[in-house]
């Protein structure tokens, strides 16, 4: 756990406290109103933080579990646009716009949510340019996820790009079982299929075609790698 300059801070006790979006009104009169329009919500999963086409409330932060931005659209078909992790923050592209959320962020896995109130939120970025600073960093972060995207389906095949986001999830929920690693998907092959950017029944084509090389083993959503080799004297 950081060391904390203000324990009053309400964000002093989260291990993102450092990167954290209102680390820098810490030590000033801000802290008191920062600390009137935050909240924290539990969320089981499957719980819904906010709805496509609803009112932005504020600006969110992960703490823990995991948040599925997704968009819906008018004949019923829906696609997952990205993961939110704890650390990162979402519904702030409708803060700024001051428009409605374009997608629904919805938990996968039990979670919890930091708010800080609209209202509180837009009194302290103006006149904490510091806080703006921050804010403009994680839109750059989306920005620069997007075009990795873009990249990745220009230079890698469907196969590589659902390896490489095997891996990618089996880095934040894999365990290690002897020479394997194993993880349970936080999500479904439909949900897989969005991220790569591949339709939906090409999805077991591509998890054959991973099987028959011997990299991964996949069975529903238990999947299975062979852990990396430790390299010599831990170098």
């Given at each position: 756990?950081?060391?904390?300059?203000?324990?009053?801070?309400?964000?002093?006790?989260?291990?993102?406290?450092?990167?954290?979006?209102?680390?820098?009104?810490?030590?000033?009169?801000?802290?008191?109103?920062?600390?009137?329009?935050?909240?924290?919500?539990?969320?089981?999963?499957?719980?819904?933080?906010?709805?496509?086409?609803?009112?932005?409330?504020g600006v969110f932060c992960v703490?823990?579990?995991?948040?599925?931005?997704?968009?819906?659209?008018?004949?019923?078909?829906?696609?997952?646009?990205r993961l939110a992790y704890p650390?990162?923050?979402?519904?702030?592209?409708?803060?700024?716009?001051?428009?409605?959320?374009?997608?629904?962020?919805?938990?996968?896995?039990?979670?919890?949510?930091?708010?800080?109130?609209?209202?509180?939120?837009?009194?302290?970025?103006?006149?904490?340019?510091?806080?703006?600073?921050?804010?403009?960093?994680?839109?750059?972060?989306?920005?620069?996820?997007?075009?990795?995207?873009i990249i990745a389906a220009a230079?890698?095949?469907?196969?590589?790009?659902?390896?490489?986001?095997?891996?990618?999830?089996?880095?934040?929920?894999?365990?290690?079982?002897?020479?394997?690693?194993?993880?349970?998907?936080?999500?479904?092959?439909?949900?897989?299929?969005?991220?790569?950017?591949?339709?939906?029944?090409?999805?077991?084509?591509?998890?054959?075609?991973?099987?028959?090389?011997?990299?991964?083993?996949?069975?529903?959503?238990?999947?299975?790698?062979?852990?990396?080799?430790?390299?010599?004297?831990?170098?």
């Open positions: 756990m950081p060391q904390i300059s203000d324990p009053s801070h309400p964000c002093g006790r989260c291990r993102f406290y450092e990167a954290s979006l209102w680390r820098p009104v810490a030590g000033s009169d801000a802290v008191t109103q920062l600390a009137r329009g935050f909240s924290r919500r539990e969320l089981a999963a499957g719980e819904v933080l906010f709805a496509q086409g609803s009112d932005n409330r703490s823990k579990g995991l948040i599925a931005l997704r968009s819906h659209h008018p004949d019923g078909r829906s696609i997952l646009l650390g990162e923050i979402v519904g702030f592209r409708s803060f700024l716009g001051r428009g409605v959320h374009q997608t629904e962020a919805r938990a996968l896995l039990p979670s919890r949510v930091c708010t800080v109130g609209r209202r509180s939120a837009g009194r302290l970025l103006r006149d904490h340019p510091a806080l703006l600073e921050r804010l403009l960093e994680r839109s750059l972060e989306e920005i620069d996820r997007s075009h990795r995207r230079t890698l095949d469907n196969k590589e790009r659902l390896a490489a986001l095997l891996n990618w999830l089996m880095e934040r929920h894999g365990t290690r079982e002897g020479v394997e690693l194993r993880m349970r998907l936080p999500l479904s092959r439909a949900d897989l299929a969005d991220l790569i950017g591949v339709q939906r029944e090409t999805m077991s084509r591509l998890v054959r075609r991973l099987e028959a090389e011997g990299t991964f083993r996949i069975d529903g959503r238990e999947v299975r790698v062979r852990a990396p080799l430790a390299r010599a004297g831990g170098s």
